[in-house]
């Protein structure tokens, strides 16, 4: 059996130029428009929203194959003019002498007509003012006649049997629940957009009232963006955002970016939105991206939801059917924007992690096997009252019970600072040599000391370079690195002396270490090196800032506390109360916690107390 060739057949005759009539048109336009039944769904949610909607019920069955239903309670269409309504290119939203000043989410007129040409249409309304509703129905591009209703004041529009009249594109669709899911995220991400506006989705399949899969009611007042997004998101995304705010020439960007430590491992939770249009638009995810990259492993993804604000000549939305792209006409002007605003807003966020570092260590903990303590109430009694019963015990006990509540300070550490006041309290041990135990006013925090002060270090030697170079610190014996040519050129560029880094060639194949940062003391100038090195291979591509910022992570790993170096009181401290002064110390140069924050309330009630 001889396989079929794929490659397109041309005639050899003469061909002849034919006009394709109404229908084919319709068909093919209708492929850029509605792709799949998710696609459907955003152009008549858009299209209620436009109508000035305040409630807005989607329904579907079979992930939308077999129906898809929108009600809203707008502005409504009159009578006469629903059989223009469902023709193509006809729309109420511009008048077409300027395609640049585009204010509604539609603006082109083929959603309806596109929805018609593929399955059964069904366009029912009553404008306000009217004494009755209309509808006319729209089945493979033939428009019917335009007959009574029954229906309150708004718009329903019903879908039947997507893709009937091109029955082939149905193999092209996934399965019902994925096509569902894309449907639930469609609906999600507009009524992020539209917080004053309720969204109900329901699902039919299978008959009945169906079953609710989201509904987010109406938000009014100055919070009603992060209650909505708390309704779409989950409440932990805003108790672990922080607000932006900013505006640059013409553009305002707003919305709520989350803390490094509250990534994630894909890009599901970014969601951008331009002019309230929900986007996926390269410049600003790479943005995004760009303003996290000194927070994050190149595995991690930021969570944010951000709305881009701006005149609408000074984006063009008409790029691609499915308005999902936008082009800036100042695109370095919003890039900036976007970076600039969402490193201010971290810096604002100071030592802060996030709270689902704390959730997650509690999580670790696991009862004894077996044992399961029955809960009681027990009243936590005051400090004046712990020592009371501290001295009534044995005599044993009380000459120990100091042990038990502070660390050994050394002969030479001067007097205990207590410091329990403090948002990262006041240090009570250190545990194998790497996690220090505070203890705050209502729990107990946990510090990585190597991680916290590799962050210490990074900020430290960032505000050095940025305001006149890093302090250089010449060594006794320079240090001999051998490296290839390839390498030594790139040691030798100029561009490390920033860093307090002194190298200097030293014949053929190696380099001449003479200095190093002073902020690292003692250190390893050969080791340093390399890493440096490695760094610059692993960033070949990046911008001369992000690459710069690389190589000081690297070098401020090599001059944080390492791990198994004991600690004395005040050292622990000392870091405590840096870590408290310094901005995006809650979590390490890699996007890691630095700390665990533990609340007394959860560790009773991790032995069964109730406070």
Do not use: W
């Not at 992020?192 to 169906?210: A, I, K, N, Q, Y």
């Not at 006409?329 to 996030?354: C, K, M, N, T, Y």
């Not at 390498?487 to 860093?499: F, I, K, M, N, Q």
């Amino acid at each position: 059996m001889t396989a079929s060739n794929p490659k397109i057949s041309r005639a050899s005759a003469q061909p002849v130029i034919r006009q394709l009539d109404e229908a084919a048109i319709n068909r093919i336009a209708a492929g850029e428009v509605v792709e799949r039944p998710a696609s459907a769904v955003k152009e008549l949610v858009e299209n209620a929203l436009d109508a000035g909607a305040r409630r807005i019920e989607v329904d579907y069955a079979e992930g939308g194959k077999s129906l898809i239903r929108v009600r809203d309670d707008g502005c409504g269409i009159p009578a006469e003019a629903l059989p223009l309504a469902v023709a193509r290119h006809a729309t109420s939203k511009i008048d077409g002498s300027d395609l640049m000043d585009i204010r509604s989410f539609g603006f082109r007129g083929e959603a309806l007509a596109s929805l018609g040409a593929v399955g059964r249409l069904t366009l029912a309304s009553r404008a306000t003012g009217a004494a009755e509703a209309a509808e006319l129905s729209v089945h493979g591009g033939r428009i019917g006649a335009v007959r009574p209703a029954a229906l309150p004041r708004g718009t329903c529009v019903e879908l039947r049997g997507l893709f009937s009249a091109t029955p082939a594109r149905l193999k092209f669709l996934r399965s019902d629940r994925a096509e569902a899911q894309a449907i639930a995220e469609i609906v999600r991400r507009l009524a992020m957009s539209e917080p004053e506006v309720g969204f109900t989705l329901r699902d039919l399949s299978g008959g009945g009232e169906g079953r609710v899969v989201f509904r987010a009611l109406a938000e009014t007042g100055p919070d009603a963006l992060s209650m909505r997004l708390a309704a779409v998101l989950g409440r932990s995304f805003i108790e672990n955002a922080i607000a932006v705010d900013a505006a640059r020439e013409g553009l305002h960007l707003s919305g709520f970016a989350a803390l490094p430590t509250y990534s994630r491992g894909s890009a599901v939770q970014q969601h951008l939105f331009v002019n309230a249009r929900p986007v996926r638009d390269k410049l600003m995810v790479g943005a995004l991206r760009a303003a996290y990259a000194d927070f994050l492993s190149r595995d991690r993804h930021p969570a944010a939801a951000l709305f881009l604000a701006c005149d609408p000549h000074l984006v063009d939305v008409n790029v691609h059917p499915a308005k999902a792209e936008v082009r800036f006409r100042e695109p370095g002007v919003a890039r900036g924007l976007i970076v600039s605003a969402l490193r201010h807003a971290l810096a604002e966020a100071g030592h802060r992690a996030s709270t689902t570092v704390a959730g997650a260590a509690l999580g670790a903990f696991r009862p004894t096997p077996g044992a399961a303590p029955r809960a009681y109430r027990a009243d936590r009694p005051s400090p004046g009252a712990r020592s009371a019963a501290y001295a009534a015990q044995a005599p044993g006990f009380a000459e120990t019970a100091g042990v038990f509540a502070r660390v050994d300070r050394g002969e030479e550490s001067g007097p205990a600072e207590e410091a329990d006041g403090a948002p990262l309290g006041a240090a009570r041990a250190q545990l194998h040599e790497n996690y220090i135990v505070a203890q705050t006013a209502d729990g107990i925090v946990l510090v990585d000391q190597h991680a916290a002060h590799e962050r210490l270090v990074y900020e430290r030697l960032k505000r050095q370079v940025a305001d006149a170079g890093a302090t250089a610190q010449a060594l006794l014996i320079p240090a001999i690195v051998e490296v290839s040519e390839a390498e030594r050129a790139l040691l030798l560029d100029g561009a490390l002396s920033r860093l307090g880094l002194e190298i200097e060639p030293f014949g053929p194949g190696a380099v001449a270490v003479r200095a190093t940062p002073a902020v690292l003391g003692p250190c390893d100038g050969e080791a340093l090196v390399r890493d440096i090195l490695d760094e610059l291979a692993e960033g070949e591509g990046r911008g001369l800032e992000g690459r710069i910022e690389a190589v000081l992570s690297r070098i401020a790993c090599h001059g944080s506390v390492r791990s198994g170096r004991r600690m004395t009181a005040p050292e622990m401290n000392a870091l405590l109360r840096e870590m408290e002064a310094t901005p995006h110390s809650g979590q390490c140069n890699h996007g890691r916690p630095t700390y665990v924050e533990l609340k007394l309330a959860d560790i009773e009630r991790l032995f069964g107390r109730r406070g």
